[in-house]
């Protein structure tokens, strides 16, 4: 599975637009880019997929560039309600998917 | 649509004794089946996943097993628990290599 290394944290305040880089620098030409977002107490939720270039949906856009060696997840206009833990995740070339740290975003009011 | 059901939704145990956490998925045939831990204010740990009934792989040798009697079962269990296996337990189901995976409302275990 490709390595992927992110923030520990990030600070923000309401209505600011949030941007979250992952590192994946030995990403497999049949790698996915994957995130989830995480509330306390409950189990992550995907949030979006992208394979290169940019993805947008309802909630966030994903931007990768032409290496695919990084991605960024954008969040705009946060709220309070987005606080919670953003895990990158590349693969699957395996059956197993494994989440590390991921980065804890604060919003502030 | 597809659901997960996880139980029980808390649990507190004494050092020593059994355990058994029940996963169930509705509305999917042959899922990959996981199961996964969180320690207090970390990451997800992946401890077991199921690529069919009775097929398990084991990513952390410890004191913990995990079963595949149906489709659409996954059972975690263990003989004698360890004050490192308190945690946030979380199920997790997907179809293929590239699809979402979603979770369970996951099983808070305390063990004391």
């Known amino acids: 599975l490709a390595k992927t290394t992110q923030p520990i944290s990030m600070d923000s305040y309401e209505g600011q637009e949030v941007n979250i880089t992952c590192s994946h620098n030995n990403i497999a030409t049949n790698d996915y880019i994957t995130w989830y977002q995480q509330f306390p107490s409950q189990g992550p939720r995907f949030i979006i997929q992208?394979?290169?270039t940019k993805v947008t949906n309802e909630v966030a856009s994903l931007f990768i560039p032409a290496d695919r060696k990084s991605s960024t997840l954008s969040l705009p206009r946060v709220s309070l309600s987005d606080t919670a833990v953003y895990y990158c995740l590349v693969g699957p070339n395996d059956y197993k998917l494994s989440f590390g740290a991921g980065t804890t975003v604060t919003v502030r009011a | 649509s597809q659901t997960i059901h996880q139980w029980p939704a808390t649990l507190v145990q004494p050092v020593g004794s059994p355990l058994s956490l029940e996963c169930t998925v509705e509305?999917?045939?042959?899922?990959?089946l996981y199961w996964y831990r969180q320690a207090a204010g970390r990451g997800l740990q992946l401890l077991f996943y199921s690529v069919g009934i009775g097929q398990i792989s084991s990513e952390v040798p410890q004191n913990l097993s995990a079963s595949r009697p149906q489709d659409r079962q996954f059972i975690l269990s263990s003989k004698k628990l360890l004050l490192s296996d308190s945690g946030f337990y979380l199920c997790?189901?997907?179809?293929?290599?590239?699809?979402?995976?979603?979770f369970g409302p996951g099983t808070r275990l305390t063990v004391l």
């Open positions: 992208g394979y290169k």
């Open positions: 997790a189901w997907r179809l293929g290599l590239t699809d979402t995976q979603y």
């Open positions: 509305g999917t045939s042959n899922p990959n």
